[in-house]
């Protein structure tokens, strides 16, 4: 029997992934989108012809439930959030809507409607902020620096409280920084492999950055959506980290994307105060020991593989505007 499966988010970096590797398992995918005049369909314009498309909004509840009535999934993504750490701290009300009580919103309505449908929560590595460990395991206390982080606490938070108090099947995925070509202009690691592109072929020379001494755990984002997948499949919910295990600086990544070209980022890279975050997180690198033991699941790409397949996808990206300007 074909599985059908609701993404909220499914127009994202993640969600996008998440479609193509459901379909692959033969799921019927349902993919929520808000009624806007610039949904922006580019990386799922491939796919697009598979999937359901309806409309809905973390901020309505009923809409929630209105789809889950009309489609009856027995797996939920809720991947929509407002994800970009930077406009938290300028939008902090919305992304408390969205990223906190959008959760809440899901929740109610699974409980409503069928609480045997399986629910998958993106929970995220900010939620550690300043480090209490290091490496961050499952058990590491949270202490969030941005109201993002802060709202992605009470998303994981309130999915552990549905568990315990209702018995659905919710689980959270703590995933550490995921990257990929897809990844949207404003994170730091596509502007660096879009930043790369344009000076190598002459249409910039300098890349302006934020703080080059943070590390993170970066990993493919291809990679973490089998990861959620895998613990949707478990009998028992439960949370768990999805990392490398690895960190690597701003400063590391802009050597291997700019030496991909063969230029050295010193030369290009200019440091700009308002790329700072009014509180910093510092270092995060996570512990996957359980998802590997539990699910079976591994990082499989590695950081240079991942900054270099960036860079190149922007490379094609640029030159492909500029054949079809010439």
Known sequence: MTKRALITGITGQDGSYLAEFLLEQDYEVIGMVRRSSTVNFERIAHIQDQVTFVPGDLLDEVSMIEILRTYRPEEVYNLAAQSFVQTSFGQPVLTGETTALGVTRILDAIRLVDPEIRFYQASSSEMFGKVH??????????????????????????TVNYRESYGLHGTSGILFNHESPRR?????????????????????????????DAQRDWGFAGD??????????????????????ETHSVREFCDVAFGHVG???????????????????????????????????????????????????????????LRGLA
């Open 184 to 212: 949207g202009l404003e994170f730091v690691t596509r502007k660096i492999s879009h930043g790369v592109a344009q000076i190598h072929l002459g249409r910039q020379t300098e890349l302006r950055l934020g703080n080059l």
């Open 263 to 321: 230029r050295d980022w010193q030369e290009h890279v200019t440091i700009d105060e308002k790329f700072m975050r009014p509180a910093e997180v510092d270092l995060l690198v996570g512990d996957a020991t359980k998802a590997e033991t539990d699910l079976g699941w591994k990082a499989t790409t590695t950081f240079e593989d991942l900054v270099t397949s960036m860079v190149d996808a922007d490379l094609d990206l640029l030159e492909g505007r």
């Open 224 to 245: 973490y959506v089998d990861a959620m997948w895998r613990m949707l499949q478990q009998d028992t919910p439960e949370d768990f980290v999805i990392c490398t295990g």
């Open 133 to 158: 460990e290091v490496p961050q395991t499952e058990s590491t206390p949270f202490h969030p620096r941005s109201p993002y982080g802060v709202a992605k606490v009470y998303g994981h938070w309130i």
